[in-house]
C-alpha cells in the first residue's frame, strides 16, 4: 500500500506539471501571434514578422526546454542540454558569434604566443636529465678573453674545478670553434654551419642520448680523437636523416673528423640563440681554437694558461646546493686563476665565482629578457581589452534575454542553475576562441622564432597550454557572471508584459558600461604610446648617419683553415683572393676587414701608448682597433678628414702606419695635428706612426656610440686567420656574389662563402630585435584599436537600440537630426575623454619602462603622445558614426510603436 500510494502521489503531481506546461505554451503562443499581429501592423511581411516577434519573445519551444530544466534533466544530462541550447542560441546570430569568439581568439593566441617564447628564454628548463641541479659557471675575471662577458673560464680552473667531484658530480666544457659561422664540408660541396669543441663527458654528464651511434666519452678529449656528434636537425636538413653516416667523414675548417652518431632531436647544444650543427672533443691544436683565434700565435688551448674562453656548466652533486658549492669552489677557483694569471693585483682584488642560472637560454636571457617583459605586458593589456570586450557583448546581448530569463525564473529553476546555463554559454565561446588562439599560436611562434632568428624551440609546451587553459576558465567564469547580475535581477513577472525593452534599462549598467568603455580607451592609450615610441625608435635607427656608403657595398667572410700555416702564407693568400675579386665583372674594388662593420664584433685592448707615454696619464687609454686591406676607406665609402688611405705600399717590410677616427685624435691628441705621431700597442716595441684621421663611423652596429677606434694594415699584424671581403659593385649584388662563390671554389673547393650579405642588410641585423620588437607593439597597438573601436560600436548600438522608443519622442517633440546625431557622438567622445585622462599619466609612468630601448626620444615624448591621442579620438568618432546615423535616421512613427 505504501509503494502505492507514493506511486499515485508521484503521477498526480506530473500530471498537474503537465497540465501547468502545457497551459504556459498555450500562454505563450497567444503572445507570440499577438506580437506578430503588432509587427505587421508596423509594415513588416508575415515571415519577418514572426522572426521578429520569436527573436524578442524567444521561441515557443523554450517552455519545454525550461520545464525539462525543473522536472526532468539532472547531472550530465543537463549539461548537454545546456550547452545544446547555448549553440542554438549562438547559431541564431552568426555574425555576433563571430566576433566574440574572433574577439577572444586575437587576445589569447597573441597572449600565448607571447608566453611561450618567454617560457622558451627565461623559464624552460634544459631538455636534458635533472636540469634542477645544473648550473653555469662564471667569474669576475681580468685577463685574456674570448667569448661572452663574465662567462668563459681558463683550462688551469676548469681542471681545477673538474677534480672536486663532493661539489659536482660531472663538470662539462665546451667553445665555439669560431665566433659566427664556419665552413663545414661533407661530400664535395662546403657550407657555413656551427660547430664545438666540448669535453668528453658533455653529453654522458647532461644526459643526452644519441639517436643513433654514440656520443663522445673522456677517452675522445685525452686522446684529441678527431670524431665528430651531428646535431639533429643538421643530420636532417644536410644528410636526410640517412642512419648510414656512421663512419664518413666531415670536414670541419679543412680537419676531418669520423662522425660517430647523432644527438638527441629536442637539444640543440648550449649556445646563445643558435643551434649547434657539429660537436667534436676539445682540440690541443693551433688550427682549431675556441672563438676561432688565439691570443698568442700558434699556442693552443692548453699552453696558454691565462686565456679566458671555455664556457662551463656543472651539474651538482647529490645533497649540496649552490651556496655551499660557492664557498666550497672559491679558494680553488681563485688560486687557479691567480697562479694561471701571475698578476699580481689580483692578490689584493682575486677574481670571485659566479653561478648563473640553467634555466631558460644562457645569454638570452639578458638580450631578451625586459623585451619580452614589456611584449608579456602589451599583450597582457591587450587580453584585458578583449575579455572586457567580450563580457560587455555578452552582458548587451543577455540583456535582450530578460524574458527568456524571467519564464526560466517563472517555472521554478534555481538562480543557481540559470548561472550553469550562462556558464554553459561562456564555455563554447571559450573553447572555440581558444581553438583558434591556439592554432594562431602555434603560427605565431614559428613566425616569431624565424623573425628572431631563434635556433632554439619555442614552440608551446605543457606549461603554456596549462596557463592558457587556466586563464580561459577564468574567462569563462567572469563572462558568465557579468551578465549574472542583471538575470538574477529580473523581475519573474517580465514574461508576460509587453514593455520588456522599456522594463530593461537599467542605468547602473549603462553607467558600469561606460566606465569599462573609458578604462579600454586608457590601455588604449598605453598600448599605442608604446608601439609609437618602439617604432619611432626603429626609424630613427634606420636613418642614422652610419659614416659610410652601404649602397652597392657588399660582404662575406672567408677563412682559409688549414692552408696558411704562417702569416706570410695568409697574406699571399689574401693578396691572390683580392686580385681574382677585382677582377670579376661588376666589381669596382675589394678591400679586407677582420671585424665585419656592423656584425656585433669588435677587438678592443686597453692601456695604449701615443708618442711612447699614456695620453691619459694613470689612467689606462682604451681603444678599438680593426685590421684592414688597402683602399679599406675607399671601398666603403668612408671619409678621410686628414691624410691617405691604405695602398699596396703598406706591406709587411714596410713602416708600421696606422689610421685613426676623430674621436681618438680629439680624446688623445686634442689640439694637436695627429698625422706624425706615433701609437702603440700596450707592451709593444713597435710604433706605428698615424698617417691618417678618419670621420667617426658605426662599427659594431647601429647603436654604437662613438669611441676612440684606429686601423692598422693587416699585412703588419700577426695571428691572421679568418677575415671578411668587401666588394664595392656597380651591378646587382646577388650575382656579383654569385660570381664569388664560383670564384672560390676555383681557388679552393673547401672554401665556403661565410654570411654573404650587403653591408646595408649587416647593419639591419644588428637592430633587428628592435625591429621585431617595434613590429610586434605595432601589431599589438593596432589589435587593441581595433579591439577598443568593435567594443565601442558593439555597445553604443545596443544603447542605440534600447533607447529608440525615447529617440522616437525626441524627435516627435521636434529634435532635430543633427541634435540626435550629435547626442550619441556626445556620449562616445565624454567616455574617450575620460579614458584619455586616465591613459596619459599612466601611459607616460609604463612608458619609463622602455627607456633604455628607445633612441632619440624620451618616454614623454609629446608628438608620439599627442598622435595616440589622436588615434584615440578617431577610433572614438569612427565607431560611433554607424550607431549616431542610425539613431538619427529613426522614423519617430515607427520609434512610438516599438514596444
Not at 660541396?189 to 666519452?217: C, H, K, W, Y
Not at 649552490?322 to 680553488?332: T, V
Not at 648563473?356 to 638580450?367: M, P, T
Not at 586563464?471 to 514593455?499: D, W, Y
Request: charged content about 20%; overall charge positive.
Amino acid at each position: 500500500m505504501r509503494l502505492f500510494a507514493e506511486f499515485w502521489r508521484r503521477l498526480k503531481v506530473l500530471l498537474g506539471r503537465r497540465r501547468f506546461r502545457r497551459e504556459l505554451e498555450e500562454e505563450m503562443q497567444l503572445h507570440l501571434e499577438m506580437k506578430t499581429r503588432a509587427n505587421v501592423e508596423q509594415g513588416l511581411g508575415q515571415r519577418e514578422a514572426r522572426g521578429a516577434a520569436m527573436r524578442e519573445f524567444g521561441n515557443a519551444t523554450l517552455v519545454s526546454e525550461v520545464s525539462r530544466d525543473v522536472w526532468g534533466w539532472t547531472g550530465l544530462e543537463a549539461w548537454f542540454q545546456d550547452l545544446r541550447h547555448g549553440l542554438r542560441l549562438f547559431g541564431r546570430s552568426p555574425g555576433f558569434t563571430a566576433v566574440v569568439v574572433l574577439t577572444f581568439a586575437l587576445g589569447i593566441g597573441a597572449n600565448t604566443a607571447i608566453f611561450s617564447v618567454t617560457n622558451a628564454v627565461l623559464l624552460r628548463a634544459l631538455p636534458v636529465r635533472d636540469p634542477s641541479r645544473l648550473v653555469f659557471l662564471g667569474s669576475t675575471q681580468t685577463g685574456t678573453q674570448s667569448g661572452w662577458d663574465d662567462t668563459v673560464l681558463t683550462m688551469p680552473i676548469v681542471e681545477q674545478l673538474r677534480a672536486r667531484t663532493d661539489v659536482f658530480s660531472d663538470l662539462m666544457v665546451f667553445a665555439p670553434l669560431d665566433f659566427s659561422t664556419l665552413a663545414i664540408r661533407y661530400g664535395n660541396q662546403p657550407e657555413e654551419g656551427r660547430a664545438d669543441m666540448v669535453s668528453g663527458n658533455f653529453f654522458t654528464g647532461l644526459g643526452v642520448r644519441p639517436v643513433i651511434g654514440r656520443t663522445l666519452v673522456p677517452e675522445d678529449e685525452t686522446g684529441h680523437a678527431q670524431v665528430a656528434v651531428l646535431g639533429y636537425g643538421y643530420w636532417t636538413r644536410r644528410m636526410n636523416r640517412e642512419p648510414g653516416v656512421l663512419g664518413r667523414t666531415i670536414y670541419i675548417k679543412g680537419a676531418p673528423f669520423e662522425i660517430v652518431g647523432v644527438a638527441a632531436p629536442e637539444f640543440v647544444g648550449l649556445e646563445r640563440r643558435v643551434a649547434t650543427d657539429v660537436w667534436v672533443p676539445l682540440e690541443d691544436r693551433a688550427d682549431l681554437r675556441p672563438w676561432g683565434s688565439s691570443p698568442t700565435g700558434d699556442q693552443s688551448l692548453h699552453s696558454f694558461p691565462n686565456w679566458w674562453c671555455l664556457m662551463t656548466i656543472g651539474r651538482l652533486a647529490p645533497g649540496v646546493n649552490q651556496q655551499q658549492a660557492l664557498a666550497e669552489l672559491q679558494p680553488a677557483f681563485q688560486r687557479a686563476a691567480i697562479e694561471g694569471s701571475k698578476t699580481a693585483a689580483w692578490n689584493e682584488r682575486p677574481p670571485r665565482l659566479l653561478f648563473l642560472s640553467a634555466r631558460g637560454i644562457e645569454g638570452v636571457r639578458d638580450d631578451y629578457g625586459q623585451p619580452l617583459v614589456v611584449l608579456m605586458a602589451m599583450v597582457g593589456l591587450v587580453l584585458l581589452i578583449a575579455c572586457s570586450n567580450v563580457a560587455m557583448l555578452l552582458v548587451a546581448r543577455n540583456s535582450a534575454r530578460q524574458r527568456e530569463f524571467s519564464l526560466r525564473l517563472a517555472l521554478g529553476i534555481s538562480r543557481s542553475r540559470l548561472f550553469r546555463q550562462l556558464l554553459a554559454e561562456s564555455l563554447l565561446v571559450v573553447a572555440a576562441g581558444c581553438g583558434l588562439g591556439w592554432l594562431f599560436t602555434l603560427w605565431a611562434t614559428s613566425a616569431l622564432g624565424r623573425w628572431a632568428d631563434l635556433g632554439f624551440n619555442v614552440a608551446p609546451d605543457n606549461l603554456v597550454l596549462g596557463v592558457t587553459l587556466v586563464i580561459s576558465l577564468g574567462a569563462a567564469l567572469v563572462f558568465s557572471l557579468a551578465p549574472l547580475g542583471g538575470a538574477m535581477r529580473t523581475p519573474v513577472g517580465l514574461a508576460l508584459k509587453t514593455s520588456a525593452p522599456a522594463a530593461g534599462q537599467d542605468r547602473r549598467k549603462l553607467g558600469a558600461g561606460r566606465i569599462v568603455v573609458a578604462m579600454q580607451m586608457a590601455v588604449c592609450l598605453m598600448l599605442l604610446l608604446g608601439a609609437g615610441l618602439l617604432g619611432r625608435t626603429l626609424r630613427n635607427l634606420e636613418h642614422i648617419d652610419l659614416g659610410i656608403r652601404t649602397e652597392g657595398l657588399a660582404a662575406f667572410g672567408i677563412n682559409p683553415q688549414q692552408k696558411v700555416p704562417s702569416d706570410q702564407d695568409a697574406i699571399r693568400f689574401y693578396e691572390k683572393l683580392l686580385e681574382r675579386m677585382r677582377s670579376l665583372p661588376g666589381v669596382q674594388s675589394a678591400t679586407l676587414a677582420h671585424n665585419r662593420p656592423g656584425s656585433g664584433w669588435s677587438s678592443n685592448t686597453g692601456g695604449i701608448l701615443i708618442d711612447g707615454t699614456s695620453p691619459t696619464g694613470d689612467r689606462p687609454a682604451s681603444m678599438r682597433w680593426n685590421m684592414v686591406g688597402p683602399d679599406y676607406f675607399h671601398t666603403i665609402g668612408g671619409t678621410l678628414v686628414l691624410g691617405r688611405d691604405f695602398n699596396e705600399g703598406d706591406s709587411a717590410t714596410g713602416p708600421r702606419v696606422a689610421i685613426v677616427n676623430q674621436t681618438l685624435a680629439e680624446r688623445y691628441l686634442p689640439g694637436q695635428n695627429p698625422l706624425g705621431h706615433q701609437l702603440a700597442f700596450p707592451g709593444e716595441k713597435v710604433q706605428r706612426t698615424i698617417i691618417a684621421v678618419a670621420r667617426n663611423s658605426k662599427y659594431t652596429g647601429i647603436r654604437d656610440t662613438d669611441r676612440p677606434t684606429a686601423y692598422f694594415p693587416y699585412t703588419q699584424m700577426t695571428g691572421l686567420e679568418g677575415m671578411t671581403v668587401e666588394i664595392r659593385t656597380s651591378g646587382e649584388t646577388p650575382a656579383v656574389l654569385a660570381q664569388a662563390r664560383q670564384a672560390l671554389v676555383e681557388l679552393d673547393p673547401d672554401l665556403a662563402m661565410l654570411s654573404p650579405m650587403t653591408e646595408r642588410e649587416q647593419f639591419d641585423q644588428s637592430i633587428s630585435d628592435e625591429r621585431l620588437l617595434a613590429r610586434l607593439a605595432i601589431f599589438f597597438g593596432m589589435l587593441a584599436v581595433i579591439l577598443v573601436a568593435t567594443g565601442l560600436y558593439g555597445t553604443l548600438q545596443y544603447r542605440v537600440s534600447r533607447r529608440t522608443a525615447e529617440i522616437g519622442v525626441r524627435m516627435a517633440l521636434g529634435a532635430r537630426r543633427g541634435e540626435v546625431l550629435w547626442m550619441v557622438l556626445r556620449e562616445s567622445l565624454a567616455e574617450s575623454l575620460a579614458g584619455v585622462a586616465l591613459g596619459v599619466p599612466a601611459a607616460v609612468t609604463a612608458a619609463g619602462l622602455l627607456r633604455s630601448m628607445l633612441f632619440g626620444l624620451t618616454p614623454s615624448d609629446p608628438v608620439t603622445l599627442g598622435g595616440a591621442a589622436v588615434v584615440i579620438a578617431v577610433v572614438a568618432v569612427g565607431a560611433s558614426l554607424i550607431p549616431a546615423r542610425r539613431a538619427a535616421s529613426v522614423d519617430p512613427i515607427v520609434a512610438l510603436r516599438y514596444e
